[in-house]
């Protein structure tokens, strides 16, 4: 097997986009080698923990509103052409991931954590969820299989928030500066929302050998 590691953040639509490009081409070759790991990349690290209001941190973000519907069209046009329901205009909150890059963390225990992801995909860009409040987070972990109760005393606790940290300090310490990242084999990395293609012709280059002249 070769180990797929994924830099993300539940609330960046190209991860999101990223994902579900990947994901198809994942469907196409049922046999294809990745063991996937789902790295944290925190977009926001000094996002309070209650969050933000979504139209003042946007604004601010891209110098007002404008700016701010300008970054967004590429988004809701590949949003579209990959057939995904993102309804950026109902999110109200930006919030801090820290807590949700812990239960990703503690979803990669138990062997759910693509599930786990999907799950935060979901609730925050089709079902404008607060992915910061700890009890949509307890609701995304018992709908993935997950002990409910368990997680929100962790979330309540500092389990693994300075682990979560560190992993974020690693990430950008390896020249992760943007996500999606993907990293084939602890080698490889490939920056950004690559299309389906990209990856059937990895997957099919490392069944045969040759995963460099793939990414080359």
């Not at 190209?14 to 063991?35: E, N």
């Amino acid at each position: 097997m070769v180990t797929l590691d994924i830099f993300s953040d539940p609330i960046c639509p190209w991860c999101y986009i990223g994902k579900s490009y990947l994901d198809r081409a994942l469907q196409d070759a049922p046999d294809h080698p990745f063991t996937i790991r789902w790295r944290p990349f925190m977009l926001n690290p000094d996002m309070p923990a209650q969050g933000m209001d979504r139209r003042a941190y946007l604004e601010a973000k891209f110098g007002g509103k404008d700016g701010a519907v300008q970054a967004y069209m590429p988004v809701v046009e590949h949003a579209r052409d990959a057939g995904l329901t993102i309804n950026l205009d109902a999110i109200e909150r930006t919030p801090s991931t820290l807590d949700a890059h812990r239960l990703i963390h503690w979803a990669g225990i138990e062997g759910v954590q693509t599930a786990v992801v999907s799950a935060l995909f979901t609730a925050y860009f089709v079902e404008s969820r607060d992915i910061g409040n700890r009890e949509v987070l307890g609701d995304i972990a018992d709908a993935c299989g997950l002990d409910a109760s368990l997680i929100l005393r962790l979330l309540a606790s500092e389990a693994d928030r300075r682990e979560i940290v560190e992993m974020d300090a690693t990430a950008r310490g390896m020249g992760v500066t943007s996500v999606p990242t993907f990293v084939v084999a602890g080698q490889h990395a490939v920056p950004g929302a690559q299309p389906t293609e990209l990856w059937s012709r990895v997957i099919a280059e490392l069944k045969d050998g040759g995963a460099r002249a793939a990414l080359a």
